[in-house]
């Protein structure tokens, strides 16, 4: 899905203060973790788990469950979601009752705990990776886990050992840190050792190959991925993006059209695809049918709000959906319209720096000059306050007269009063 999160559990608190380690968890970034010891008398502090950061998505099936509109779609992805977030839930509980120890004596009393955690993470991952966050507790337990397994292993023999969970758990703690090499080298020992892998790692290992500029090579993990379960649909969609990306219009245009045939009609992949579509037939020049896609969208995206109480964002592809479909001034509203209120007002600012706007709204008694307020802040019987040096602009309150006097008015207030 295009817009997505995951909503993190919340977390238990444990007692005890631990010692930091340092783990790498992305390219060139560090994250400190706790790991083994107590404090100085051995009394055990209040621990907070730590979600890292781009672990933690808003997810749209979140914003389904929360809308109460679940039962209202046969999207099978959404129980698949559902599913692997109590699965997560389940490994997540267990994990924070385990003490944040690498002692040898401890982790011996807790090792039937931690190798169950571990594997219902692993096992939530590949269900729906989106529904399993990486966290500094479960960075933790991959070391545990790795320790309870190596445990009965002679010292020899150590260097290489590992199960197909203990790889699957590398993979997930790589990928989340973005160390796509690393990630694929894993996976790619995992797929040479083990037969009854998931199409998911397929996919999940065509994305590092993406995320590496290595198209063509994720492309055959693509078709492997589908080979495997073509009720993968997501897959088609990824093969018509990445074929588009080629400039490979016949095999793009077929990879959507695969995606609409399987996929369901209430996801973003699938506004998505129509979008897309829109573009490549009109570059095809079949332009009733690549009209007919585009209006599809746009129906498709209706949907997608009533459902999910969201647009499915301004992408690359709807934007230029947009701008080849419609006037100029609907392509600029629709385009505005879909932005975030963030983004908008980002946009204002670079818009009155660059002196194409001298304030977000233009100068009136009805509204803030600001923030387009019509009375003052809190007080809606009351109408708001002119500026006291030229008495030609208005606002709110105080807080919104600050700020357009630093971003712009300034200079135009000297000026105006200059004037008089």
């Known amino acids: 899905m295009t817009n997505e999160a995951v909503v993190a559990p919340t977390p238990s608190t444990e007692k005890e203060v631990p010692e930091k380690k340092v783990v790498e968890t992305k390219a060139g970034e560090e994250t400190t973790v706790a790991t083994t010891e107590t404090g100085a008398e051995g009394e055990e502090g209040e621990y ?24 209202e779609t046969t999207d099978p992805d959404v129980k698949r979601y559902k599913k692997a977030k109590e699965l997560f839930r389940q490994g997540y509980d267990l994990c924070m009752t385990i003490p944040r120890s690498l002692d040898e ?96 790692v397929y996919f999940l290992r065509a994305s590092c190959y993406f995320s590496l500029g290595k198209l063509r090579i994720g492309l055959k993990d693509l078709e492997k ?4 379960d073509p009720k993968f649909t997501v897959a088609y969609s990824v093969l018509g993006s990445i074929y588009m990306n080629l400039k490979d ?51 498709s995206e209706t949907r997608f709000k009533y459902l999910y109480g969201t647009n499915t964002g301004m992408s690359d592809i709807k934007r230029q959906a947009v701008q080849l479909h419609e006037t100029p001034d609907d392509a600029r509203k629709i385009v505005f319209d879909a932005m975030p209120s963030k983004q908008y ?17 233009p100068a009136s008694p009805e509204q803030c000059s600001n923030c387009g307020a019509k009375h003052l802040k809190d007080q809606p019987e ?18 919104c007269q600050v700020k357009d006097y630093k971003a712009c008015h300034k200079l135009s207030c000297k000026k105006a009063q200059e004037q008089k």
């Not at 989340?176 to 894993?186: D, E, S």
């Not at 995606?259 to 570059?283: K, M």
């Open 48 to 71: 907070k788990d730590r979600f890292l950061e781009g672990s933690q998505r808003i997810i749209a099936y979140d914003l389904l469950e929360a809308r109460g509109k679940s039962n």
């Open 105 to 200: 004596d401890i982790l011996l009393q807790h090792e039937e705990d931690v190798k169950t955690s571990a594997e219902t993470l692993v096992n939530a991952w590949l269900l729906d990776d989106k529904a399993a966050p990486m966290s500094e507790r479960v960075l933790i337990l991959g070391q545990q886990y790795e320790k309870v397994l190596l445990k009965d292993v002679a010292e020899a023999d150590r260097e290489g050992f590992f199960i197909k969970e203990s790889l699957l758990f590398s993979a997930w703690i790589l990928l989340v840190g973005r160390q796509y090499q690393h990630c694929l080298t894993t996976l790619t020992l995992a797929i040479n050792t083990y037969d009854d892998l998931p199409a998911r």
């Open 225 to 228: 991925c589908l080979q495997k």
């Open 249 to 299: 219009r016949d095999q793009a245009i077929k990879g959507f059209k695969q995606y609409l045939e399987r996929g369901h009609p209430d996801t973003a992949d699938y506004v998505n695809a129509l979008y897309s579509l829109s573009i490549l037939l009109q570059e095809k020049g079949r332009k009733s049918e690549a009209r007919e896609m585009y209006k599809k969208a746009r129906d």
């Open 345 to 361: 007002n980002n946009k204002i600012e670079q818009l009155i720096q660059a002196g194409i706007l001298n304030s977000p709204y």
């Open 382 to 399: 009351k109408s708001l306050l002119c500026c006291g040096g030229c008495k030609s602009i208005w606002y709110c309150s105080r807080d």
